[in-house]
């Protein structure tokens, strides 16, 4: 079964990860790093890394939310970073953003869907998506589309939560992921769904070598998983 943040709602997937990121937008960057501890800065660091030995110089970050990962991303000094997502309340808090840091010529955000990215094919060096596939739809047809929009020798670099398998770890994390998370974030971002969500999208993502055998399937080549803070998150890369 589909997971979705309304389940009294009859509106699809899309529509509802849309309406649930306008809702919590004004809060979405304080609560990333709060509810991380800081963390996340440091794997959107790492997952840039990965992009290192290819030089991009064009970057399509999809999901984009704030722009948070595009802008760390300017440290690969690429030409033009492009980020799309489909919540206009992400894309207005990350624009405010960009504007006021006077990176406007170097970062763009877009309204774009995931599965019907508005770019012609082989049109990027690189594609990344930070903490996003797992709200995809159809996720088969996403990667499909990313696959498309990055260029011949291009690199796909994939940053998302998954779930640790070590003991006691494990239940240190499902414990705080399921019972304190949804709490802070619904009291900081008023919206009940959002934080309750996030848990149960991740334990429905397909996560480690099931993720790796969909970026196959979708066609890339030399596919990697690296798993950050004990499994808590992992980096997935491929080439075109």
Same mark, same amino acid.
């Given at each position: 079964?589909?997971?979705?943040?309304?389940?009294?709602?009859?509106?699809?997937?899309?529509? +509802?990860?849309?309406?649930?990121? =306008?809702?919590?937008?004004?809060?979405? &960057? $304080?609560?990333?790093?709060? @509810? *991380? %501890?800081?963390?996340?800065?440091?794997?959107?660091?790492?997952?840039?890394?990965?992009?290192?030995?290819? +030089?991009?110089?064009?970057?399509? =970050?999809?999901?984009?939310?704030?722009? &948070? $990962?595009?802008?760390?991303? @300017? *440290? %690969?000094?690429?030409?033009?970073?492009?980020?799309?997502?489909?919540?206009?309340?992400?894309?207005?808090?990350?624009?405010?953003?960009?504007?006021?840091?006077?990176?406007?010529?170097?970062?763009?955000?877009?309204?774009?869907? *995931?599965?019907?990215?508005?770019?012609?094919?082989?049109?990027?060096?690189?594609?990344?998506?930070?903490?996003?596939?797992?709200?995809?739809?159809?996720?088969?047809?996403?990667?499909?589309?990313?696959?498309?929009?990055?260029?011949?020798?291009?690199?796909?670099?994939?940053?998302?939560?998954?779930?640790?398998?070590?003991?006691?770890?494990?239940?240190?994390?499902?414990?705080?992921?399921?019972?304190?998370?949804?709490?802070?974030?619904?009291?900081?971002?008023?919206?009940?769904?959002?934080?309750?969500?996030?848990?149960?999208?991740?334990?429905?993502?397909?996560?480690?070598?099931?993720?790796?055998?969909?970026?196959?399937?979708?066609?890339?080549?030399?596919?990697?998983?690296?798993?950050?803070?004990?499994?808590?998150?992992?980096?997935?890369?491929?080439?075109?």
């Amino acid at each position: 079964m589909t997971v979705v943040p309304y389940k009294e709602e009859r509106a699809g997937k899309k529509e +509802q990860v849309a309406k649930m990121f =306008d809702n919590i937008s004004h809060r979405y &960057d $304080f609560l990333n790093h709060f @509810l *991380s %501890l800081g963390i996340d800065k440091g794997w959107r660091k790492k997952a840039i890394k990965c992009l290192q030995p290819i +030089q991009p110089k064009t970057i399509l =970050d999809v999901a984009t939310g704030t722009g &948070d $990962f595009a802008i760390q991303a @300017l *440290s %690969l000094k690429p030409n033009k970073i492009t980020g799309i997502d489909i919540s206009e309340g992400m894309l207005a808090v990350g624009r405010k953003k960009i504007a006021s840091q006077k990176l406007d010529n170097l970062v763009e955000l877009k309204s774009g869907d *995931s599965e019907n990215i508005p770019f012609a094919e082989n049109n990027f060096d690189a594609v990344t998506v930070a903490f996003g596939v797992r709200n995809f739809e159809n996720l088969e047809k996403g990667l499909s589309e990313i696959y498309r929009v990055i260029k011949p020798g291009g690199m796909v670099v994939v940053l998302e939560f998954s779930r640790p398998r070590s003991f006691p770890f494990r239940q240190i994390y499902s414990f705080y992921f399921k019972f304190i998370l949804p709490k802070i974030g619904r009291f900081i971002s008023s919206d009940k769904a959002a934080y309750t969500y996030l848990p149960e999208s991740v334990e429905a993502f397909p996560d480690g070598d099931a993720f790796l055998d969909r970026l196959k399937n979708a066609g890339f080549k030399n596919t990697k998983c690296k798993t950050l803070t004990f499994g808590v998150s992992s980096i997935y890369s491929g080439t075109k």
